[in-house]
């Protein structure tokens, strides 16, 4: 059995189950367990949001998703289980668009490991989201684009709190 578990879940079949990841990664070896939820938000960057379209290349997304898996039991230098799942299709307001657990034997592992695989899925993955607007437009997001467009506010932020990333997605 693997360590690891990737999924792509088509919302029309079935919701992200936050369940189904805490049980793949409870196993007797590991004390700590940390877990990231990401859902559908009613405003972004000054814009109320109806909800998003997610799209993605599934058979990259997949090897990306398990590579970062293969990154994070590398990184964290010992035994770690990992399940990422993100969502695809159309999306509500408060639906669940990515669920993420890690398990290691300590919890500051697990917390390192959730976080680098949130962050890879984000700047890695070939996910395309499109968000829809009360005022019937839709853009799409342009994810870590930003990074290049906030440089400096990013550097700024890195100083001031110790965040490896600078913004928020």
Known sequence: MTDIHTAIVDIRSAPLDPAAALDF????????????????????????????????????????????????QSEIGGPVKLYIAHAKGDLRIGDLAVVIAAATPHRDEAFRACRLAIEAVKHEAPIWKQEHYTDGHSAWSEGCSLCEEHKEAELLAMKHSGDAHGHSH
């Open 25 to 72: 990664v409870s196993d007797p070896r590991f004390g700590g367990i940390a877990t990231f939820i990401g859902r559908v938000r009613e405003h972004n960057l000054g814009r109320v949001v109806t909800g998003v379209s997610y799209d993605l290349f599934e058979p990259l997304a997949l090897r990306i998703f398990h590579e970062i898996g293969a990154r994070a």
